[in-house]
């Protein structure tokens, strides 16, 4: 099958993207425009690109905003009290169903990798238990990742580092970690030796829940970076969150930054979920509570937006639409010049991928799965000035899915 017509990103010229089986065949620049054969899809000079990612979500706790309460302070530490009386209530059947019903919205908006973090602070690990079977039953609509979350702390929870421990047995992808919200900073700083050691040990990615505060005083960014560094194991950890970075003054910074670069972390921020959970202890001037994105990535890091909440404890709103994460973290980080607009898709798809150490799973070549999304737009400013649909989504080389577009019709002109 092949796609024609085809704008790809960073290049000039329409395209020809061709796939035999579960693999991209071929690709090539057309002289002009072309007419389609029976089969081939037009993609009249609309742009092609790899899949969206999802670098960063909780499907465990996706849709159960209000219940049994809603987080009426808006901050991350009554989300996680919510969650906890949420969390008494989850049946393997409700878990399973959350998850599939937001997977199906996140591929409707053309993401088909994902992240999830899944809360293992739970003597009976039931929604890990849970999340490993819908990573087998998505297949179909997108790759999972399985973060072992520690939702309430490894050092601070009873029993958090043997359940790091079995759920690493029971199967996850990454080791994760959350050092800020542990009783003391010695814990924070032990829980991120221990989360390494058991990430080496293991051959699992790391993806830490790193400084998600206001407190500029939180500084275990630095003692996940250097254990990254001296492990060299830069590429496979990912900080996210980072927002007391936002808070950091800049003489911290300029020497923080010089680690961060030789450590070759990845970044991953949630700037809707920031912005409302985070400034929540300020009157005014209220800071954003987000981390330095543009600084980060203007000094050559590699960073991404993720959503984090689709209406859960934390965050009430969300549809699965990472576009919408995008046009707000460009605003939020003050990142709408032209040059940061002309590859805004950029941070919510290969620097993703390269987060998640998608490495040749991942985007437009020869030889790698025709995975494609087809997006109503034909560049990245357009796509996410106008929040721009997946029009075709194709996994495995099989259409998955389409979209009609919208008709508008004024009456009487
Ligand atoms: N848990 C947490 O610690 N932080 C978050 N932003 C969410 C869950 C959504
Ligand atoms: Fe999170």
């Given at each position: ?8 990103r ?45 670098p960063h979500i ?16 808006g ?40 992240r999830?973090?899944?809360?293992i ?52 992808d ?36 790193c400084d ?11 003692v ?34 010089r ?28 800071r ?23 209406k ?7 549809n699965?639409?990472?576009l ?15 040059e ?10 290969d ?55 919208e ?7």
């Amino acid at each position: 099958m092949k796609i024609i017509n085809a704008t790809l990103r960073k290049t000039s010229g329409l395209h020809t993207v061709s796939w035999e089986g579960e693999r991209i065949s071929d690709i090539r620049v057309q002289a002009g425009r072309v007419s389609a054969e029976p089969g081939d899809i037009d993609a009249q000079s609309q742009l092609l690109i790899a899949p969206l990612v999802e670098p960063h979500i909780h499907l465990d706790a996706t849709l159960t905003a209000g219940e049994p309460e809603w987080n009426m302070s808006g901050t991350l530490f009554e989300g996680i009290e919510r969650w906890a009386q949420r969390k008494e209530t989850i049946t393997h059947e409700d878990t399973k169903l959350r998850a599939h019903t937001t997977i199906r919205m996140l591929a409707e908006h053309g993401i088909q990798h994902v992240r999830t973090h899944v809360d293992i602070t739970d003597p009976t690990l039931g929604a890990l238990k849970s999340m490993i079977e819908v990573r087998e039953e998505a297949r179909g609509l997108i790759d999972l990742q399985i973060v072992a979350f520690p939702q309430e702390g490894i050092e601070s929870y009873a029993g958090g580092r043997e359940l790091m421990e079995r759920a690493v047995e029971l199967g996850v992808d990454v080791v994760g970690g959350i050092p800020h919200f542990e009783n003391t900073r010695e814990q924070g700083v032990s829980s991120i030796l221990f989360l390494m050691d058991l990430a080496e040990r293991s051959g699992c990615l790391v993806d830490v829940h790193c400084d998600e505060t206001d407190d500029p005083n939180s500084r275990f960014l630095e003692v996940l970076a250097e254990q990254a560094r001296v492990r060299g194991m830069g590429s496979r950890v990912t900080a996210s969150h980072t927002t007391a970075m936002g808070s950091y003054d800049n003489a911290y910074c300029f020497k923080l930054f010089r680690l961060l670069k030789l450590s070759g972390i990845n970044f991953i921020s949630c700037p809707t979920e920031s912005i409302h959970l985070q400034g929540r202890f300020d009157s005014y001037p209220k800071r954003r509570g987000v981390t330095r994105v543009a600084e980060l990535d203007r000094a050559g890091m590699n960073v991404c937006f993720g959503q984090d909440s689709i209406k859960d404890p934390w965050y009430p709103l969300g549809n699965g639409n990472i576009l919408r994460v995008l046009d707000a973290g460009l605003h939020i980080c003050h990142m709408m010049g032209f040059e940061d607009l002309a590859r805004s898709l950029d941070l919510v798809t290969d620097n993703s991928a390269r987060a998640l150490n998608l490495g040749d799973r991942y985007g437009i070549a020869v030889g790698r799965p025709a995975n494609l999304v087809l997006l109503d737009a034909d560049s990245d400013y357009e796509a996410v000035r106008r929040q721009a649909k997946a029009r075709v989504s194709i996994r495995g080389g099989k259409v998955l899915m389409t979209r009609v577009p919208e008709r508008v019709e004024f009456m009487g002109l």
